[in-house]
């Protein structure tokens, strides 16, 4: 936690809180709680909630309360963790969070935002190519493309 203060009290000292975010990475509460009280009086404009390890499947801690992390910090919270538009939306509606962040649908969409706008599909890249060292798997995703009209009606048969 002193660590975390004094990185936070330095890099304040250079850009000015309003500058300044900082991101919670898995057990949010157990290992945060705290912190994020002793952070205030430096004005920091948000703390960005990795609300679970990365896994590929929400396992968010049970102790994970958005209501006590807005109670204790003054700043912006961004949720962040395996969110679909249906997820983001509850959690948008009932104030829980500000503002939502999103990682991997990135990596296999070059349209993400268009998708969730218009609730389109979104492409899951494959996790073998996640932290993968070369172009394979991160370039060459397509934009979002309609199925034909008569997709429906053709399903099963063969086309
Ligand atoms: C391949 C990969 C690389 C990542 N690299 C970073 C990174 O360099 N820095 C970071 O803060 N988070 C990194 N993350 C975590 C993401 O920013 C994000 O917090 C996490 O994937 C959960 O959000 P999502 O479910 O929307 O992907 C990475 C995640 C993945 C899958």
């Given amino acids: 936690m002193r660590l975390g203060l004094e990185v936070a009290q330095a890099v304040v000292g250079v850009w000015g809180g309003e500058r300044v975010g900082i ?9 945060y709680g705290n912190l994020v009280e002793q952070l205030n009086p430096l004005g920091l404009v948000y703390v960005h909630c990795v609300e679970d390890e990365t896994t590929g499947q929400r396992n ?3 102790d994970m309360s958005f209501l006590e992390l807005r109670r204790r910090f003054n700043g912006r919270d961004i949720a962040n963790d395996d969110y679909d538009l249906r997820i983001t939306t509850r959690v948008l509606l009932d104030g829980l969070a500000d503002l939502i962040a999103f990682g991997r649908p990135f990596i296999a969409n070059p349209d993400p935002v ?3 706008r218009n609730e389109w599909i979104l492409t899951e890249a494959p996790k073998e190519t996640w932290y993968g060292g070369g172009t394979k798997g991160y370039i060459g995703w397509p934009t979002y493309q309609k199925p034909p009209k008569d997709a429906a009606a053709n399903y099963g048969q063969g086309i």
């Avoid at 991101?23 to 290992?31: A, K, N």
């Fill in 23 to 31: 991101p919670l990475d898995s057990d949010v509460m157990g290992t």
């Fill in 60 to 62: 968010t801690p049970s």
């Fill in 114 to 116: 268009a998708r969730l």
